[in-house]
């Protein structure tokens, strides 16, 4: 979440994803670090668990948000 927040604010478009038991955190660290419009995406929790062909749906998924997010950028 910081390296994507870090990343916009050099001009490097970013998607940065967590999962939904985090999304309060990372709007509270867009919060902290003067992002607090910042966009991100949120994915079902958890993911540690997740075989790497289950990973690989869930990222097959949200693929098309990340490619929305990165086109359409955070201004």
Do not use: C
């Not at 709007?27 to 668990?49: C, D």
């Amino acid at each position: 979440m910081l390296d994507g927040i870090l990343l916009e604010k050099a001009g490097v478009p970013s998607a940065s994803i967590v999962t939904e038991l985090f999304d309060v955190t990372g709007r509270a660290m867009a919060e902290q670090w003067g992002s607090p419009y910042y966009k991100f995406l949120v994915t079902r929790h958890p993911i540690a668990n997740l075989t790497e062909s289950e990973l690989d749906q869930r990222a097959h998924e949200i693929a098309p948000d990340v490619v929305k997010l990165l086109l359409q950028g955070q201004g």
